[in-house]
């Protein structure tokens, strides 16, 4: 219908019935738009600042990771894989080891997969932090930003120190993590195990973490504006967070208290003490206090662990040349963001046959269309920032 | 109850829990307050600056003496930015009767800044002590091909390869 | 001195002047947002960054100011300009020191002392609502139209409290000249205490929330929410035509600050002492000192608080702060009266 056939339609209407209609403005938000987080886009049609229907349209950044994986050693996977959710790379790395490593029948040793625990619980805090940083940003406030991504950088730092690389370690390997820096007679013997002092420093800096997450109570949490934005803003409900596939901290907050460190640990949870956060309205509020405390635990979980790990090697045996059996196995973790889950189809041989990767946010966002629905335009702005998606996750 | 009966965001009064006389609000000025006297976290890059973890994968350096032209990087890389060319090269054997050695000659190795991707696959898998990372990041360039590092520009990242740290005693 | 180029005189040093004021209040602004972010702020043009704001209006000038394709380019051209009139305008109305005295003759300090300065102060801000609405509405864009409506239902509830603020004041001062209202809080209560309006407490606090909503600054800065609409009325102006507007918003917020202090902290009233030139300068320090300190209130929220929704905003104008003024303009109906006319019954 033209816009002709529409201004006709109401001089009609008009004519009859006093009540004037006036159509919907289509609203074009993205992909380059302040807030979507890259490159997100939202057909949405809006009446005047209330939003009827929202459409999103993925795809952007698509960059082709399953496909590219096909085409790709086990070994240079890794590399692809913690790309996919950037902010928090080693926490994407795990389950594709994990998964190669069942495939192969191979048992990493303790203090490999304690190192991994560290290192994905660090990758979780700088996660949290884009977050707490971004999400009070979308609401106007600018100084979270600063101040959360100042104590990121000491985390990063971090995570760079062990294995590196501050966004893309790249550290584990196939039975265990990084063993040493180099394949030559030299090379070899120079371990790529915890540096001295890093220890010390992780306690020190999980400290200003916690002080951290005390400022932001202060500064965000607690402030009355940031309640009339949030509280009783974008409600999911625990069944409709189910029925979309949401996991992670975005369903903790609807009150289902899942957590898969809990119910499938593949690295050594149990032995750590921590709670699974969880809230219960659902509502941005709600999401953004989960995240805030999840800092908090997984912080306690570093310096519980840094006190724990075990002595010992870095690798198990295996083969020099990575070849995976026949078979296939489907292995999921914990991200920062909620489920993150690989699929390998395996016909032997040094590459996958396939590859299925379940990113969080893609899930995450599928409940966009219905939690919009006839929201305001502010709204969308703090609904959609709630769901803390990463664009690299979304369109993999 | 079911989903389909579950009321959505049922329209709230938001604005009680705006209530006078805003106690988090000022609570909020306050930390920005002491903030503004506070010392600021701001490096000022060009004229101080930190300092990389020795781990820290910034560039590859190349020991030419210890490339045997292999390949073995080049085909270990995903996204296949280095470049190798060699040729053998026959050395006539010092006495008289002596074997002759071939020895491969390196003449070309180049790597790609603009497509590498830091993931340090071809430092693990060179079997000869010939690559190595170094934490120097300083070296952006105007024009994109002045990322491809040749022989020499990789060779004289070598001066820069720190000693490994020492490690956390287990 | 002839009058009238004793006004033009005037005219000219009240724009050089805040001109001047512009570019240092950019700056400081972006020095102390930065510090209260524990970051440092612009440090590299000029000794400690002072140039920037000068180098940024530069380079804004030499930009090139596109024009978008279904603009309607008249009212899209003539919107910043219009957005900059009344800004300069209501600064023309402000005294900014005491009347200084050379010979026989008083020179006031301010452009023009009007008889009915209050009303020309509503009457100037209504004005400006309209160069953002017709930005956002000629710019034939839809984020700036959203802003311009969101601005035009902004203004409307705004508009009114800061109006209801400023009637207990004049009730209180009996002039609607703000030379006269700057006068007649000069004495003391008790002998201790200035006699400013400040014992106007409600008007003052509704003044000044209104003042916020009148500059479009965080927390109700939803004209412009860049997380939303992007820029809001200002989306699709480049360019020099963009400078025009941010000029606008800044001299704008130095002249709610300086009327914050005519209307309710005294104006220019301090302690004066020392010779003759000190006697002269101290009152337009006092002025500056004043302003300064409720400018520093605006960038103080800029950094620490979110931005309001919409509805939130209309609902907190005409739900809180209309109603409040209007109870308090009758308490101080009331109390004029009484002191005026004495008990009814007596």
Known sequence: MTDRDIAMRHRSEVAVSVELETPGMTLNIGPQHPSTHGVLRLI????????????????????????LSEVRTYVQITTLVNRIDWVAGFASEVPYIVAVERLMGVEPPERAQWIRLILSELARIASHLVFMSSYPLELGAITPLFHALRDRERVLELIEGVTGGRFHPNFNRVGGVKPAAGAGKQQRGVSQDIPAGWFAQTQSTMERIFGMCDDLDTLVVGNELFKARTVGVGIIPADRAIEYGLSGPNLRASGVPY??????????????????????????????????????????????????????????????????????????????????????????????????????????????????EGQLIPDLVAVMGSLDFVLGDVDR | ????????????????????????????????????????????????????????????????????????????????????????????????????????????????????????????????????????????????????????????WLGTVPDPPPLEPS | MDGFWLAALKVLIAFA????????????????????????????????????????????????????????????????????????LIFLIIPIGAPITIGDTTYDLQVTDLNIAVLYFLAMSSIAVYAIVLAGWSSGSKYPLLGSVRAAAQMISYEAALGLALVPVILYNRTTSLAEIVAAQGGTFFGIFPAWNIVLIPSFIVFLIAGFAETNRAPFDLVEAEQELVGGYHTEYSGFRFALFFLAEYINLFNIS???????????????????????????????????????????????????????????????????????IMVVMVAVGLRRFGLPWS
């Open chain 3, 17 to 88: 002047l805040l001109f001047n004021i512009v570019l240092v209040l950019v700056w400081v602004e972006r020095r102390l947002v930065a510090r209260m972010q524990n970051r440092i702020g612009p440090n590299r043009a000029g000794p400690a960054g002072m140039l920037q704001t000068l180098a940024d209006g530069l380079k804004l000038m030499f930009k090139e100011s596109i024009d978008p394709r279904r603009a309607q380019l008249g009212i899209y051209l003539a919107a910043p300009v219009l957005a900059l009139i009344p800004a300069l």
């Open chain 1, 259 to 372: 957590d898969l460190r809990k119910v499938e640990p593949h690295l050594p949870y149990p032995e750590v003490e921590f709670n699974v956060i969880s809230a219960e309205s659902g509502d941005c509020h709600d999401r953004y206090v989960v995240r805030l405390n999840e800092i908090r635990e997984a912080a306690k979980i570093v310096l519980q662990a840094v006190d724990k790990i075990p002595s010992g090697p870095l690798v198990a045996k295996v083969p020099r040349l990575i070849k995976v059996p026949k078979g296939q196995t489907y292995v999921r973790g914990e991200n920062p963001k909620g489920e993150f889950g690989y699929y390998i189809i395996s016909e032997g041989g040094q590459k996958p046959y396939r590859m299925k990767i379940r990113s969080t946010s893609f899930s995450n966002l599928s409940i966009l269309p219905w939690i919009l």
């Open chain 2, 1 to 156: 109850m079911t989903s389909k009966d579950t009321p959505k965001d049922t329209p709230k009064d938001t604005s009680k829990n705006i209530r006078f006389p805003f106690p988090g609000l000022f609570k909020g000025l306050g930390l920005t307050g002491k903030y503004l006297f506070k010392k600021p976290a701001t490096v000022m890059y060009p004229d101080e600056k930190e300092i990389p973890v020795p781990r820290s994968r910034g560039v590859i350096a190349l020991d030419t003496e210890a490339c045997t032209v292999c390949m073995v990087c080049s085909r270990a890389c995903p996204d296949w930015c280095i470049y190798i060319e060699g040729h053998k090269e026959e050395q006539q054997p010092e006495e008289p009767g002596g074997k002759v050695k071939v020895r491969a000659e390196l003449d070309r190795f180049d790597i790609d800044y603009g497509l590498c991707m830091y993931c340090g696959i071809c430092v693990d898998v060179c079997p000869f002590d010939a690559l190595f990372w170094s934490p120097e990041y300083e070296y952006s360039e105007h024009e994109v091909v002045d990322l491809l590092h040749d022989k020499d520009r990789l060779t004289d």
């Open chain 3, 258 to 328: 300086a009327l914050t202090v005519v209307f309710f902290l005294g104006g220019w009233h301090g302690p004066v002492f020392g010779p003759t030139f000190l006697q002269y300068l101290l009152p337009i320090f006092w002025f500056l000192l004043k302003t300064a300190a409720v400018i520093f209130v605006f960038i103080w929220a800029r950094a620490s608080l979110p931005r309001m929704r919409y509805d939130q905003l209309m609902e907190f104008g005409w739900k809180r702060l209309i109603p409040l003024s209007l109870v308090w």
């Open chain 1, 44 to 67: 949405a049609n809006v009446d005047g600042e209330r939003i009827i229907s929202v459409q999103p349209v993925i795809g952007y950044m698509h960059r082709g990771y399953e496909k």
